[in-house]
């Protein structure tokens, strides 16, 4: 009885967590470590547009853990995460930003760890700036990575300035 209910409750926390994974777009996987009884470890190459910048798309790659733990639920995903960011058209921003806001949060484990991409703007350049790190502690520092998208103009659109939009 106590397993059913240790199930149920993996089984509802592995959703939650994978509903942060919707707002991503999975482009392809490959198999880094091949598991005979269960599934493969994988890198996972995904694609998010930025909630707030419409024309701005960040593609990033995560590590997915197979095996037992991986198939349970419970592993914890290891924090290694490079990030792409493109202007991919006419960048729209949506609303003002701070420095360093939230774009994405990804949950990496059952419980400790999230993935997030956070935004800021070069002002001197007119550069939006992408941080991409996992929010646990590795050995004294986060994993990290980091891109920069110069905002461009586009077909007969200027170039909007980043400056405009931030919240002092």
């Known amino acids: 009885m106590k397993s059913v209910a240790v199930i149920a409750v993996l089984a509802v926390l592995t959703a939650?967590?994978?509903?942060?994974?919707?707002?991503?777009?999975?482009?392809?996987?490959?198999?880094?470590?091949?598991?005979?009884l269960t599934p493969n470890d994988k890198l996972s190459v995904r694609v998010v547009a930025d909630p707030d910048v419409e024309g701005v798309a960040c593609y990033f790659t995560t590590p997915e853990l197979g095996?037992?733990?991986?198939?349970?639920g419970v592993a914890e995903e290891v924090s290694?995460?490079?990030?792409?960011?493109?202007?991919?058209?006419?960048?729209?921003?949506?609303?003002?930003f701070q420095q360093g806001a939230e774009v994405i949060r990804e949950r990496r484990s059952l419980f400790f760890k999230k993935m997030r991409i956070v935004r800021g703007c070069?002002?001197?350049?007119?550069?939006?700036?992408?941080?991409?790190?996992?929010?646990?502690?590795?050995?004294?520092?986060?994993k990290n990575s980091t891109s920069a998208v110069v905002l461009r103009p586009w077909a007969d659109e200027a170039a909007p300035r980043?400056?405009?939009w931030l919240i002092p």
């Not at 777009?25 to 490959?30: A, E, G, L, S």
């Not at 095996?67 to 349970?72: C, D, E, K, R």
């Not at 995460?81 to 609303?95: E, Y």
Request: aromatic share 8%; hydrophobic share 40%; net charge negative.
């Open 16 to 36: 939650a967590g994978s509903a942060a994974a919707e707002e991503s777009d999975v482009i392809f996987k490959r198999t880094t470590v091949w598991h005979a």
């Open 67 to 72: 095996g037992v733990a991986g198939t349970l």
């Open 122 to 142: 070069d002002a001197t350049r007119n550069v939006l700036v992408y941080m991409v790190y996992s929010d646990k502690l590795i050995e004294g520092s986060p």
């Open 80 to 96: 290694d995460i490079s990030l792409n960011c493109q202007q991919v058209g006419p960048v729209v921003f949506k609303t003002k």
């Open 162 to 164: 980043c400056t405009d």
